[in-house]
């Protein structure tokens, strides 16, 4: 791996940063792409912690930090822009990225969503998915525009509903996919298999059980 070519990796976590987990054991085999800085909402990540046992910079921006929305956003904006990303990677951050953020950084945004979107965005889609009775779901990668998961779909993967899944237990399949399907495309997107912009391809889709 050529070091002039990797790309810098800006992760956004909330919790746990399982998919910073899965994205820090694949750079261990060796990507194009390096997890240079960690970024929170919450003091209390628990990802954070990890981000730091392998020195990796963190930071936090909390929203009570600050008196609105607009004030957190430039904030999180400025603390991003210190980073010098060439890829953002929002795994499992539970906020809403403002407008200025997205424009600063387009299509270089990119999300990891548990379900095959268009279908289920939003909040608790393994639950949406057992609500309206499908019998299968997945998992998405795409690239973060203005909208509720809506942006450009770089790659999915299926996941089998069963009979006897619960949220929970369904969530925990569909995220063992994620730790997969994640990491391959970044590194896809670290070495132009996607390119040149706009070179969004049509989905990738593969079937997982």
Avoid at 51 to 62: F, Y
Avoid at 80 to 98: H, K
Wanted: charged share 15%; glycine share 6%; hydrophobic share 40%.
């Amino acid at each position: 791996m050529d070091a002039t070519s990797t790309k810098r990796v800006t992760v956004l976590i909330s919790g746990t940063g399982s998919n910073l987990r899965a994205l820090l054991a694949h750079t261990a085999a060796g990507v194009d792409y390096e997890i240079t800085s960690v970024i929170s909402d919450r003091a209390t990540a628990k990802g954070l912690g990890f981000a730091q046992e392998r020195n990796i910079p963190t930071a936090v921006v909390s929203p009570k930090a600050h008196t609105n929305r607009t004030q957190w956003n430039q904030a999180l904006l400025a603390e991003i822009e210190q980073t010098r990303p060439d890829w953002i990677v929002t795994a499992g951050f539970m906020r809403i990225l403002g407008p200025d953020v997205i424009r600063k950084f387009p299509l270089r945004i990119v999300n990891v969503h548990p379900s095959l979107l268009p279908s289920f965005p939003g909040v608790h889609a393994p639950r949406q998915a057992l609500e309206a009775g499908v019998r299968v779901t997945g998992c998405t990668v795409h690239l973060v525009d203005e909208g509720v998961d809506t942006g450009p779909i770089l790659a999915q993967a299926s996941v089998p509903i069963l009979a006897q899944d619960n949220e929970r237990d369904l969530h925990t399949r569909i995220q063992a996919v994620e730790h997969q399907l994640l990491p391959e495309t970044l590194q896809q997107l670290a070495t132009r298999h996607f390119a040149p912009f706009p070179w969004i391809p049509s989905p990738t889709t593969t079937s997982t059980l």
